[in-house]
């Protein structure tokens, strides 16, 4: 559609699955391309010739905006962008293109925004998009869909040191999705930017790669009090790691005080997921959990539905990573809560390896417990446990807020109150 006004900018959006069409209305298009400034085409792979051979040959100034959509790809094929078609576009801001590729060592208009989308096929040399990005030095928003797939190897074989490192000085968000782990690594680890960027990635874990997200980008130097470490688990085979920095509050809305960021040193907002034995997938939680900066996280946030993580020890490795915690929001079933209240209380046994700072345990109750009945059980002993365990210790006594619909006799919250600071707690008597 086109704007009959002979002054006005155009915006010109094609998306026909007639081929016989676009020939004719890009012609039409063509005259008039100085004034264009937004052009978005979802076209067939062999219409994109009319596109490249006018912006080789004609000047777009006014455009800010091109969305180009190929469709009838051959499966790893893409097609190549010219250096001339982004030159004749001074000033170009924002660009979404699938199944293209950006030239290398090109003149690059001033792009901020840009995402590529199945943009280098599987067996093409990754230090080419590497040499094309750092033709784009005033990138603030950059999305890579499926466009990691010739990353990953180990070691890679392009490697020649810093030679195809890129350094991105206002870049605010980076997203990555439909890449696996490693690829995500290598490729992050070649690519510098503000410490404050917010990192969106939607991943897969292999069985044969430990995850380690690459330690450039931390930046532990920043103040990072009051910050706040979320694991998701969205299904028994994916979860998610939000990490945030956060004024002090007072909500008790587990799902709000996941849902809010803020800026933090990085601001890492992941989702993993894994097609191998879910044994294997619990094992890697924590050793990724350990390469995070979490010394300083003063609020975890733990919600799991589907998966039971059975091993105390996995529990205490991961506090372990947090000794400054004050407080533990929790959306748990109750074999969880056993083994976290087991691991809590193991570490109070020890002066040295307690969380002195820890004065508010939120917890809610999910599910049903298979072994127990339909209700959730609170697990009672351990939390007992627990709270003797850190008054025996003259550490600071917690507050305890624990979710109605729990199943537990009253003198036990007699005895929690024994060892606890406050305990609120609004039991569903029994049926």
Not at 110 to 126: E, M, Q, R, V
Request: glycine residues 2%; contains cysteine; neutral net charge.
């Amino acid at each position: 559609m086109i704007s009959r006004s002979r002054i006005l900018p155009l915006t010109f959006i094609y998306d026909d699955m007639f081929t016989d069409t676009f020939g004719h209305k890009w012609t039409t298009v063509t005259s008039v391309l100085h004034r264009v400034q937004v052009l978005s085409l979802v076209i067939n792979s062999q219409d994109f010739p009319y596109v490249s051979i006018a912006f080789d040959s004609v000047a777009a100034p006014a455009l800010r905006y091109l969305s180009i959509y190929l469709r009838s790809m051959i499966e790893d094929d893409t097609l190549s962008i010219s250096r001339p078609f982004l030159e004749h576009m001074p000033v170009l801001c924002q660009a979404h293109l699938r199944y293209c590729q950006l030239p290398t060592r090109a003149s690059f208009p001033p792009i901020t925004h840009l995402t590529l989308d199945k943009a280098y096929p599987s067996g093409y040399a990754p230090w080419k998009l590497l040499d094309s990005l750092k033709s784009l030095p005033l990138l603030e928003h950059l999305e890579l869909i499926d466009s990691l797939l010739a990353f990953g190897r180990a070691p890679p074989s392009w490697d020649t040191g810093r030679a195809h490192e890129v350094t991105f000085a206002r870049l605010q968000t980076l997203k990555i999705s439909q890449a696996r782990f490693d690829q995500y690594a290598d490729f992050i680890s070649r690519v510098h930017f503000p410490a404050d960027a917010l990192v969106e990635l939607q991943t897969r874990l292999t069985g044969t790669t430990l995850p380690i997200l690459p330690p450039c980008i931390f930046d532990r130097t920043i103040d990072t009090s009051s910050t706040h470490f979320s694991i998701e688990w969205l299904d028994s085979m994916s979860f998610r790691l939000l990490l945030n920095r956060k004024g002090e509050t007072d909500s008790e809305d587990t799902t709000a005080f996941c849902s809010v960021a803020s800026s933090w040193p990085c601001r890492l907002n992941a989702t993993f997921s894994s097609s191998g034995e879910l044994s294997h997938f619990r094992k890697r939680v924590v050793p990724l959990c350990a390469q995070l900066p979490l010394e300083c996280v003063t609020h975890l946030s733990l919600i799991m539905t589907d998966a039971a993580v059975e091993d105390v020890m996995i529990w205490k490795n991961l506090l372990d990573h947090t000794p400054q915690l004050i407080t533990i929001m929790t959306r748990l079933s109750t074999y969880n809560l056993r083994s976290l209240f087991s691991a809590l209380a193991l570490q109070s046994n020890s002066l040295s390896g307690a969380h002195p700072f820890l004065s508010k345990l939120r917890t809610v109750v999910i599910g049903i417990d298979r072994r127990r009945g339909p209700a959730p059980h609170l697990p009672s002993s351990r939390l007992i446990e627990l709270a003797k365990s850190r008054a025996q210790s003259g550490i600071n006594p917690l507050t305890v807020l624990i979710e109605k619909g729990c199943i537990a006799p009253e003198p036990y919250v007699a005895q929690l109150r024994d060892f606890l600071s406050v305990v609120r707690w609004a039991p569903t008597p029994r049926a």
